[in-house]
């Protein structure tokens, strides 16, 4: 996966200016990860936050969630060398985030692991984002058993998209987060606290990422 390059890396802000943070995220999927990201922050509205999706460009085979880690974390380290070094603010360093799924991935708590211990932050959904999804508009109950296409199923728009990759923004019914939060947060709560991350079906935590990576509560 290519490295950031200078001119996307956090140099010394001007004098008296004021600098925006700046949030590098590495998603899993090329499509529907980046196109939710870009719909609820225009609906949001600006908030002083710069998103850079660290990987757009990536190939499939970088997109696992063990090679989205690794990137990021070298990504976290770079960043916090130029951050430090330029005599940032604190409370503008750059953060890095990953976005990955469940799905039929291996290697899902080691990437947990080494993200955890470099200060890199994870959503992570059980079986796929479309949980979340899903979440906007009902409760999810029962377990999917590993299996994307059964959350898919539930989707309301599920059957009619034409691809459910694509995120359109009707299919993210306004003033929805608040109750998806708390949807996922009951079906989260139905996991005892022992149980890995990697065995939680179903689970999601996006509402996290977006309230400390986008600073977002409401959309």
Not at 93 to 122: S, T
Not at 148 to 164: E, S
Request: glycine share 8%; proline share 5%; hydrophobic share 40%.
């Amino acid at each position: 996966m290519a490295r950031t390059r200078g001119k996307d890396s956090l140099g010394p802000a001007k004098k008296g200016g004021r600098r925006r943070k700046v949030v590098h995220v590495f998603t899993e999927g090329r499509v529907t990860e980046p196109e939710y990201i870009k719909i609820v922050r225009e609906r949001a509205g600006t908030n002083g936050i710069e998103v850079r999706i660290a990987n757009q460009s990536a190939p499939g085979s970088q997109r696992k969630p063990i090679n989205l880690v690794e990137a990021a974390v070298r990504l976290m380290r770079e960043e916090m060398r130029v951050a430090k070094r330029s005599g940032l603010e604190k409370k503008y360093w750059p953060a890095v985030w990953c976005l990955f799924d469940r799905d039929q991935h291996v290697h899902i708590d080691a990437a947990l692991k080494e993200a955890r211990e470099a200060g890199v932050e994870v959503a992570f959904s059980h079986p796929c984002f479309e949980v979340w999804r899903l979440l906007h508009h009902k409760s999810v109950t029962g377990t999917f058993g590993g299996v994307c296409d059964m959350a898919v199923a539930r989707l309301p728009f599920g059957g009619g998209a034409a691809n459910i990759k694509t995120v359109l923004p009707e299919q993210i019914p306004s003033g929805s987060f608040a109750e998806a939060k708390k949807r996922a947060r009951k079906m989260n709560e139905a996991h005892a606290e022992h149980v890995p991350k990697s065995l939680r079906d179903p689970y999601t935590d996006v509402f996290e990422f977006v309230e400390k990576g986008l600073g977002i509560t409401a959309y």
